[in-house]
């Protein structure tokens, strides 16, 4: 049931190849992860279902396709999902947002929740849970346990790369979770960093270390 789709597409990969530069500058690493986020936001709503609606243009009255249902809602897993949210809020600008603030401690490499906000109704909604990295997948199973909790359960969960063994443990824990990359990097190393990946996404994007 479970399902995992890689992105390949040229745009996307070129990009990629430039964020994970060591080199590459905060502010390009920022854009980057912005343009990225509009191409891979076409691929993960691309099966959106449509309903005919009636309009009037200036010659004439017609049926023209709308998206059907509420609107989606982007859940961000804080910090670096803001990233992703940025530009998947450029395509989809009346979607809701939800908010998830959690970091994974150093040492366990568990999550650690501080923050939850989301707009109501989720069991009405597609959910399109947004954060650059899989790594554990420690962080994207406890956002993804929570929205279920409040109701989600037609979610989808979209990153920039994953590792192996985070694939592994997210769809063993939500098969029912599409799962959307870029890449599929070799392993994690004995910190929980993705090899070869790109360091630390949201030291990368905000400066901090
Ligand atoms: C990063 C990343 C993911 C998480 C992935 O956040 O943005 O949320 O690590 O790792 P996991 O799959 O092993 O849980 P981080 O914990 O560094 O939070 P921060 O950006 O708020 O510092
Ligand atoms: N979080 C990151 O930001 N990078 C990794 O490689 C793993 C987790």
Do not use: W
């Not at 040492?107 to 990295?133: C, G, H, Q, W």
């Amino acid at each position: 049931m479970a399902s995992v789709s890689v992105i390949g597409h040229p745009m996307i990969q070129h990009k990629l190849t430039i964020m994970r530069d060591k080199d590459t500058s905060i502010a390009s690493f920022r854009r980057l992860l912005r343009e990225i986020a509009h191409l891979m936001c076409y691929e993960v709503t691309r099966d959106l279902e449509l309903e005919m609606i009636p309009i009037e243009t200036p010659m004439a009255h017609m049926e023209s396709p709308s998206i059907k249902g509420k609107k989606l809602v982007f859940a961000s897993i804080l910090r670096a999902g803001n990233g992703l949210l940025d530009g998947m809020l450029d395509l989809v600008p009346a979607a809701r947002v939800a908010h998830i603030g959690i970091y994974r401690d150093h040492e366990t490499l568990e999550p650690v929740e501080y923050y939850f906000k989301a707009p109501s109704n989720l069991e009405d909604r597609l959910i399109i849970v947004v954060d650059p990295m899989l790594a554990t997948a420690n962080s994207s199973i406890a956002a993804v346990d929570n929205l279920k909790r409040r109701g989600a359960n037609n979610l989808r969960f979209l990153c920039l790369l994953a590792a192996p063994e985070g694939i592994k443990k997210f769809t063993e824990a939500h098969p029912d979770v599409p799962v959307f990359t870029a890449a599929i990097d070799s392993h994690l190393n004995e910190k929980g960093y993705i090899v070869p990946g790109l360091g630390d996404a949201g030291d990368r994007m905000y400066g901090t270390k």
